[in-house]
């Protein structure tokens, strides 16, 4: 079982903190114009931890900052601590990006109006060869790569393992930092010094631990549902095979009554 940080030990490639971090709307603003090197006049969050999901039963996208600048470009940040060792993270900003997409028009937009929209994946490990420290992506033609299809949509991979000098000395600091680097860097110093004064806030620490909580009972209920499918799955084995039902009780800990539904669900009885 994984063993979650204390309020305490927790740092910026932790996404509970840097979504607090990025709350902070300067040093959100800053920080996507350092990495994309661009001028923003302001920033507006679209929603805090903002959730697309348009079925019930459909897996949702939990955005960790989402926001708009005044030209309607929309940013999603993320910190991904886990690495990944086949295309799945590629397929995660493919995912995000049609759950933005979409959300988008069910605003009212039609295709021709959708946003300019950065995703930006921010890594602590290594990506792709391994070489760069920033991958970015857009949609180019294989016969004549200059052509962009010029759809708007932008995906930005920053890795703090990088070895090669390909992205500007702050951004540089800011990736070192989360390394765990310390810097003299006037940006870092500011995240630095906004998570000193967060971790101090008591009301901050209580509600992580709350978080923490409700996290811990979601896997519990989580791991509950996962054991009864389990044994229900088993149950339904050993009805094919005509066992009695006292004895699918025995190995199942499952009531009669549950047993002679999965028996009429599947049409065994």
Known sequence: MTTRKTWEELDITD???FKLIMNHKHICKRMIEKILRIKIRDLRYIEE???????????GVRLDVYVEDD??????IEMQVRKSYDDSLAKRTRYYQAMIDLDLLQEGASYKQLNPSFIIFLCPFPLFDGL???????????QDPELDLNDGATRIFLSSKGT???VAPDVANFLSYMNGTPSNDEFVQEIAATIQQLKMNEEERMNYMTFEMKLNEEREEGREEGRIKGFEEIAIKMLHNKTPILEIQKLTDLPESRILE??????LI
């Open 262 to 267: 999965l028996a009429k669900e599947n049409n």
């Open 164 to 166: 090669m000098d390909d």
């Open 71 to 76: 030209q309607n470009t929309v940013y999603d």
């Open 132 to 142: 760069r420290h920033i991958y970015t992506f857009r949609s180019l033609c294989l």
């Open 49 to 59: 931890e903002k959730t697309l999901k348009y079925q019930y039963d459909s897996k």
């Open 15 to 17: 996404d509970y903190l």
